[in-house]
């Protein structure tokens, strides 16, 4: 089992046709059962070409009631992404997974007010996708360092993302499912939701939390961990404290009224349970120990 995606899924790209729609598309077509779960593409006035041997459709509603996809990959440019995301929530998919990096605050705040009530989860934007290892890929991520298991990733970093799922693969420690939420200040899913999933999964015994400075969403997390979660956390913050009011990192990275700083998380996982390293190249050298 898996969260979010797994070989019954059935994917769009929406931007196939451009370069790095297409670019990745062909990677994640050959990676596993690829092959048979993407099944169609969109970009508005191509539909009836074909493209990495996908059908390309003009409207992410015509690849529905054509191939019957349930999950969209979107690699459209930023202006044109949040009306891509708004497409396949009016499409009634079950899942967007939004690469694209760059999409204006504007359009997310107000794409988001529209996703209110739907049935569409979001993933992203300005993430590098989600993977079930040896089963299924969607997005950016390498997939020859993930190998199948049972534990769940889940970061805000897609560079970090691709670190922690190298040390545990080098200890021996496959992973789950895999999901990189990006760091954008107006997104979807966050780490509580994806926690929330993992600590349903049967086939998750663990979980590695990788956070950044700014906002608050990972205390949100630990607190809701420190009561609820029924399987071991790591957590990891990345980033360093900056001058009050100043971006680091993402764009999410913010922090206000000594609030989202490093240290700040950091104590807030830690009094909830979570072991915390602040070393990265020890991430999965805890998790193993975690896990006895």
Same mark, same amino acid.
């Given at each position: 089992m898996?969260?979010?995606?797994?070989?019954e899924?059935r994917?769009? $790209?929406q931007?196939?046709?451009?370069?790095?729609?297409?670019?990745h598309?062909?990677?994640?077509i050959?990676?596993?059962?690829? /092959?048979?779960?993407?099944v169609?593409?969109? $970009?508005?006035?191509?539909?009836?070409?074909?493209?990495?041997?996908?059908?390309?459709?003009?409207?992410?509603? /015509?690849?529905?009631?054509q191939?019957g996809?349930?999950?969209?990959?979107?690699?459209?440019?930023?202006?044109?992404?949040?009306a891509?995301?708004?497409?396949?929530?009016?499409?009634?998919?079950?899942?967007?997974? =939004?690469?694209?990096?760059?999409?204006?605050?504007?359009?997310?705040?107000?794409? !988001?007010?529209?996703?209110e009530? !739907?049935k569409?989860l979001?993933?992203g934007?300005?993430? *590098?996708?989600?993977?079930?290892?040896?089963?299924?890929?969607?997005?950016?991520?390498?997939g020859?360092i993930?190998?199948?298991?049972r534990?769940?990733?889940?970061? !805000?970093?897609?560079?970090? $993302?691709y /670190?922690?799922?190298?040390?545990?693969?080098?200890?021996?420690?496959g992973?789950?499912t =895999?999901?990189?939420?990006?760091?954008?200040?107006?997104?979807g899913?966050?780490?509580?939701?994806?926690?929330?999933?993992?600590?349903?999964?049967?086939?998750t015994d663990?979980?590695?939390?990788c956070?950044?400075?700014?906002?608050?969403?990972e205390?949100s997390?630990a607190?809701?961990?420190?009561?609820?979660?029924q399987?071991?956390?790591?957590?990891?913050?990345?980033?360093? $404290?900056? *001058?009050?009011?100043?971006?680091m990192?993402?764009?999410?990275a913010?922090?206000?009224?000594g609030?989202?700083?490093?240290?700040?998380?950091i104590?807030?996982?830690? /009094?909830?349970?979570i072991?915390?390293?602040r070393?990265?190249?020890?991430?999965?050298s805890?998790?193993?120990k975690?896990?006895?």
């Amino acid at each position: 089992m898996s969260i979010l995606i797994n070989s019954e899924s059935r994917v769009v $790209t929406q931007g196939i046709t451009g370069k790095t729609g297409q670019f990745h598309t062909h990677h994640s077509i050959a990676y596993a059962t690829g /092959e048979s779960c993407y099944v169609a593409g969109v $970009t508005p006035g191509k539909g009836g070409q074909t493209t990495e041997g996908v059908p390309v459709f003009d409207s992410v509603v /015509e690849a529905r009631e054509q191939t019957g996809v349930n999950v969209s990959v979107i690699y459209v440019p930023p202006p044109f992404a949040a009306a891509a995301i708004d497409e396949a929530v009016e499409a009634e998919l079950d899942l967007v997974i =939004c690469i694209t990096e760059g999409i204006p605050v504007k359009d997310m705040v107000q794409t !988001r007010k529209k996703m209110e009530g !739907r049935k569409t989860l979001l993933v992203g934007p300005n993430c *590098p996708g989600v993977i079930t290892p040896e089963e299924l890929k969607i997005g950016i991520m390498p997939g020859y360092i993930h190998k199948k298991g049972r534990i769940g990733v889940v970061s !805000r970093s897609g560079t970090l $993302t691709y /670190e922690v799922v190298h040390q545990l693969s080098e200890l021996g420690l496959g992973q789950s499912t =895999c999901v990189g939420i990006g760091g954008d200040p107006v997104n979807g899913l966050k780490h509580l939701e994806v926690l929330k999933l993992f600590n349903d999964d049967p086939d998750t015994d663990a979980v590695v939390m990788c956070g950044e400075i700014g906002g608050t969403d990972e205390e949100s997390c630990a607190l809701w961990v420190k009561e609820n979660m029924q399987k071991p956390v790591v957590g990891f913050i990345a980033g360093v $404290t900056a *001058p009050p009011g100043k971006r680091m990192g993402h764009a999410g990275a913010i922090i206000s009224g000594g609030k989202g700083t490093a240290a700040e998380k950091i104590s807030v996982l830690e /009094e909830c349970g979570i072991a915390v390293t602040r070393n990265p190249a020890e991430i999965g050298s805890l998790m193993k120990k975690k896990l006895g």
